[in-house]
């Protein structure tokens, strides 16, 4: 079966840090860029980062540019998103994607076609 399983979240004071990870079963995470992406109750999703597949070049949006590091380990068929400084506006639930179907050395939060979806983890940033 191939999916992809998100994990980390959870609740974290304002300041505080959090890693997502998003792993692969059924697939090798090495051939696709991945994405992270969030969706607040009430709000449109929104693209946060993306690493391409080929040479690990990323991509952020600007809400969240040098606070949050998207990496990936292929040995492990993973990839995380380290989230620093957060802020209560971070609160969302964080979905990864997988995608095949575009430039592999390069990724745009603003422009992809995900292949797979995973489920969600949620993520709460409140005193």
């Known amino acids: 079966q191939l999916q992809l399983v998100e994990s980390g979240g959870g609740l974290v004071q304002p300041g505080g840090s959090l890693t997502l990870s998003c792993t692969a079963s059924?697939?090798?995470?090495?051939?696709?860029?991945i994405g992270w992406f969030r969706q607040a109750p009430g709000k449109e999703r929104e693209g946060v980062s993306c690493?391409?597949?080929?040479?690990?070049?990323?991509d952020y949006a600007n809400s969240v540019k040098g606070r949050f590091t998207i990496y990936r380990d292929n040995a492990k068929n993973t990839v995380y998103l380290h989230m620093n400084s957060l802020k209560p506006e971070d609160t969302a639930t964080y979905y990864c994607?997988?995608?095949?179907?575009?430039?592999?050395?390069?990724?745009?939060?603003?422009?992809?076609?995900?292949?797979?979806w995973g489920k969600g983890t949620l993520v709460t940033v409140s005193l």
């Open positions: 994607a997988a995608w095949d179907r575009l430039n592999g050395n390069s990724c745009s939060v603003t422009r992809y076609a995900v292949n797979y």
């Open positions: 690493i391409s597949r080929n040479t690990g070049s990323t």
């Open positions: 059924g697939f090798t995470l090495a051939y696709y860029a």
